[in-house]
């Protein structure tokens, strides 16, 4: 359990080195879980109504927590 404390500390400071970019831009990103290797977030805001919110999610912010964490496999939005 201390173990995936620490995981969830570092996927939060990852995240919060991001939110900047993605407020600039009207956007919301929230940590929302981490269970089985998979990072769950909330994108709100503008990222709500943007056509490339999957390439965001999936090129920009998977790539940036799984290339700094290697327990995480992969991060998946939750509506």
């Known amino acids: 359990m201390e173990n995936e404390e620490k995981i969830?500390?570092?996927?939060k400071n990852e995240i919060a080195?991001?939110?900047?970019?993605?407020m600039s831009e009207g956007g919301i990103l929230e940590f929302v879980k981490y269970e089985?290797?998979?990072?769950?977030v909330?994108?709100?805001?503008a990222c709500s109504t943007c056509s490339?919110?999957?390439?965001t999610l999936k090129d920009?912010?998977?790539?940036?927590?799984?290339a700094t964490i290697?327990?995480?496999?992969e991060v998946r939005r939750i509506n």
Not at 36 to 40: L, Q, S
Not at 42 to 45: A, F, I, K, R
Not at 52 to 55: E, F, K, N, Q, W
Not at 60 to 66: A, D, K, L, R, V
């Open 8 to 11: 969830i500390e570092k996927i």
């Open 17 to 22: 080195k991001i939110q900047p970019f993605m």
């Open 52 to 55: 490339l919110i999957d390439v």
């Open 60 to 66: 920009g912010i998977e790539q940036i927590i799984t």
């Open 42 to 45: 909330y994108l709100g805001g």
């Open 70 to 73: 290697p327990e995480v496999k």
């Open 36 to 40: 089985n290797g998979i990072v769950y």
